[in-house]
């Protein structure tokens, strides 16, 4: 289950939920090829904004999972484990984040 781009330390960054992901994705391209031909079928405007007010949504959704594993992943990249402190503060960035995509 691991994405193939090493870090600088050569280990390769793992992503948990692959699987999830990847079924985000092809929902997200699902909606793109929604927008494409309610765009060719001259549809309504207002169903072509809500289609894509809901790819902005689940591309934010989508930036904020992998950036939550990333962060998580890196923090216990070193030899030793996280602490308290540095696992809620991973948290708390991962929160933010998640606020921000929205």
């Known amino acids: 289950m691991s994405m193939g781009k090493q870090n600088s330390k050569g280990q390769k960054h793992i ?27 001259d549809a309504d405007c207002k169903k072509i904004l809500h289609i894509l007010a809901s790819v902005r949504g689940a591309l934010g959704g989508l930036m904020a999972e ?27 960035l991962v929160d933010s984040i998640k606020v921000f995509m929205k």
């Open 15 to 41: 992503i948990t939920n692959k699987n999830k992901l990847l079924g985000r994705v092809r929902k997200i391209k699902g909606q793109l090829e929604g927008v494409e031909k309610s765009l060719g079928e």
């Open 66 to 92: 992998v950036m939550e594993s990333h962060i998580l992943e890196h923090i216990g990249e070193e030899k030793r484990e996280p602490s308290v402190n540095e696992i809620l503060m991973a948290q708390e």
